[in-house]
């Protein structure tokens, strides 16, 4: 079987596409959507990130508010300063770079976002919506591996999926809204007892541990899609979690890495943001569902 490849790129073109018309949208309604990002301290990465995010947002005709902060910043001015976001009706969105310096606790600075500008969906207040069927704002990626499967045409309802990783960011999200789909749902991860059997019965197949090679062709069953979170930087470049040439040769369809659920991200970013400023624009507890 020769697989599709899953084209994040383009697919992630799509979804910025689709946000420039909602942004449009949006402004002749007399919104003004715009993002604030907070970077705290100098991690390169997180300099080049935030960079690409802002550029994004420029793109698609969302106001970029940038916050760069010292990394010695008190755990109280950083509070001060999403309070005061929080309270900006020039702000519709709201995203705290993360990692943060050891002195700040991401989990505490996080939830102080008011969710309804909780663009990263990693609130509490998110996860809870979204664990009782009733998502808001979504984490970025998880939307992103949605939108892949429903470009790649994969019948969810009642399809067996299988989810190695359980983190707050991908893992544990990625679950509930594969849940939500109807889809039937096995959430592996470090402790699962014969993992290549339990892949082996997946109609679709979630990876996102950050470990490369965790899945060959031989733990995937013929037919089935695969998705490809992780990315790793090796000697030979970046690589995902699943040995794409062998998993390639036994599913319908693949993402590649890099190339496939990483370019999403950001286009799930800018879809978020333009949601939350819907939200606020009517004034509701939950945004009106994204065209296409």
């Given at each position: 079987?020769?697989?599709?490849i899953i084209d994040?790129k383009?697919?992630a073109?799509?979804?910025r596409?689709?946000?420039?018309?909602?942004?449009?949208e949006l402004r002749?309604?007399?919104?003004d959507?715009?993002?604030?990002t907070?970077?705290?301290?100098?991690?390169p990465?997180?300099?080049?990130?935030?960079?690409m995010?802002?550029?994004a947002?420029?793109?698609?005709g969302?106001?970029?508010?940038?916050h760069?902060?010292?990394?010695?910043?008190?755990?109280?001015?950083?509070?001060?300063?999403?309070?005061a976001?929080?309270e900006?009706?020039?702000?519709t969105?709201v995203?705290?770079?993360?990692?943060l310096?050891a002195?700040l606790?991401?989990?505490?600075?996080?939830?102080?976002?008011?969710?309804?500008?909780?663009?990263?969906g990693?609130?509490?207040?998110?996860a809870?919506l979204?664990?009782?069927?009733?998502?808001s704002l979504?984490p970025?990626?998880?939307?992103g591996?949605?939108?892949?499967?429903?470009h790649a045409?994969?019948?969810l309802?009642g399809?067996r999926a299988?989810?190695?990783?359980r983190?707050?960011l991908?893992?544990r999200p990625?679950t509930?809204l594969?849940?939500a789909?109807?889809?039937?749902?096995?959430?592996?991860?470090?402790?699962?007892?014969?993992?290549?059997?339990?892949?082996?019965?997946?109609?679709?197949?979630?990876?996102?541990?950050?470990?490369?090679?965790t899945?060959?062709?031989?733990?995937?069953a013929?037919?089935?899609?695969v998705?490809?979170?992780?990315?790793?930087?090796?000697?030979?470049?970046l690589?995902?979690d699943?040995?794409?040439?062998?998993?390639a040769?036994?599913?319908r369809?693949?993402?590649?890495?890099?190339?496939?659920?990483?370019?999403m991200?950001?286009?799930?970013?800018?879809?978020?943001?333009?949601?939350?400023?819907?939200m606020?624009?009517?004034g509701?507890?939950?945004?009106?569902?994204?065209?296409?």
């Amino acid at each position: 079987m020769s697989a599709e490849i899953i084209d994040g790129k383009a697919i992630a073109a799509q979804v910025r596409e689709r946000v420039a018309r909602e942004v449009r949208e949006l402004r002749a309604s007399g919104a003004d959507p715009g993002l604030a990002t907070v970077l705290v301290g100098d991690d390169p990465a997180s300099h080049v990130y935030v960079r690409m995010k802002r550029e994004a947002c420029e793109e698609v005709g969302i106001t970029p508010i940038h916050h760069e902060l010292d990394a010695a910043t008190p755990a109280d001015e950083l509070r001060n300063l999403l309070a005061a976001l929080n309270e900006d009706r020039a702000v519709t969105g709201v995203l705290l770079q993360l990692p943060l310096p050891a002195h700040l606790d991401p989990n505490e600075m996080t939830g102080l976002i008011a969710a309804e500008k909780d663009v990263d969906g990693l609130t509490p207040l998110s996860a809870g919506l979204l664990a009782q069927g009733r998502p808001s704002l979504v984490p970025c990626t998880p939307a992103g591996v949605m939108e892949l499967l429903a470009h790649a045409r994969v019948a969810l309802e009642g399809a067996r999926a299988v989810v190695i990783g359980r983190s707050q960011l991908v893992g544990r999200p990625i679950t509930q809204l594969l849940l939500a789909a109807d889809a039937t749902v096995t959430q592996c991860h470090s402790r699962t007892r014969d993992l290549a059997a339990v892949c082996r019965e997946a109609d679709v197949l979630v990876v996102a541990v950050g470990r490369p090679g965790t899945v060959t062709g031989e733990m995937v069953a013929e037919g089935a899609v695969v998705i490809d979170v992780g990315t790793s930087r090796t000697d030979d470049g970046l690589v995902g979690d699943v040995d794409f040439e062998s998993a390639a040769a036994k599913a319908r369809a693949i993402t590649p890495v890099p190339g496939g659920v990483g370019p999403m991200t950001i286009a799930m970013l800018l879809s978020n943001t333009a949601r939350a400023a819907q939200m606020q624009l009517h004034g509701s507890g939950s945004p009106t569902p994204a065209a296409g």
